[in-house]
């Protein structure tokens, strides 16, 4: 998988979000801790891009998009992040 896109959640950016993750294990269901950063991601040679919500404690989850634009609008629509403060990368992420 190869990162695109990556940043830094910061206190600009609405925490814990406008939406809810839920984490379900043995443990049973559960909030993830507040989100650290977002990584967009895609596996090459597919379709749509992946939103990467990391905690701190390096557990995450991801959404899935069709397209990048669309990706960048969850994160602007769930978190406030901007388009401008997104880093682009190029790194094997996960």
Do not use: N
């Not at 990556?6 to 939406?19: A, K, W």
């Not at 634009?69 to 978190?79: R, S, T, V």
Request: aromatic content about 12%; glycine content about 8%; hydrophobic content about 35%.
């Amino acid at each position: 998988m190869i990162a695109v896109k990556r940043v830094s959640l910061g206190p600009q950016h609405l925490s814990p979000g406008r939406t809810t993750h839920t984490l379900i294990d043995s443990k049973g269901a559960r909030r993830f801790q507040l989100f650290k950063s977002l990584v967009i991601a895609l596996y090459p040679d597919s379709i749509g891009y992946y939103l990467f919500h990391l905690c701190a404690d390096g557990s995450g989850t991801d959404t899935w998009h069709e397209s990048l634009k669309d990706a960048l609008d969850q994160a602007e629509f769930e978190f406030g992040v901007k388009p401008d403060e997104w880093e682009d990368t190029q790194e094997v992420f996960g």
